[in-house]
Nanobody, 117 residues
Framework: QVDLVESGGGLVQAGGSLRLSCAAS????????MGWYRQAPGKQRELVAT???????NYKDSGKGRFTISRENAKNTVYLQMNSLKPEDTGVYYC???????????WGQGTQVTISS
């Protein structure tokens, strides 16, 4: 069993910044992928960014240049620094971890990010 606990969401004005954190606990493999997905109102959940335990990073185009994903493997924690936030970045941000040969996926409970114009 794996638990993911997010923190750092909130309400900020456009152009502002937020830093999301997600701590994983439980049966964590040394090789895994962690990341963030976003679900905007009325839309499907979509990728924001992922990072492997080896440091390979993937960003959705909308976040490139504004968002930075990082992780601390020793703490099983992933971060998402979001700068120059836009109203379209609004949504519930979910932490994600995938591991194992079958890429078992785990999700956090989500944290609300609201960007006002």
């Amino acid at each position: 069993q794996v638990d993911l606990v997010e923190s750092g969401g909130g309400l900020v004005q456009a152009g502002g910044s937020l830093r999301l954190s997600c701590a994983a606990s439980g049966n964590i493999y040394s090789i895994n992928t962690m990341g963030w997905y976003r679900q905007a109102p009325g839309k499907q959940r979509e990728l924001v960014a992922t990072i492997t335990s080896g440091g390979s990073i993937n960003y959705k185009d909308s976040g490139k240049g504004r968002f930075t994903i990082s992780r601390e493997n020793a703490k099983n924690t992933v971060y998402l620094q979001m700068n120059s936030l836009k109203p379209e970045d609004t949504g519930v941000y979910y932490c994600y971890l995938a591991q194992g040969v079958r890429l078992m996926a785990y999700w956090g409970q989500g944290t609300q990010v609201t960007i006002s114009s």
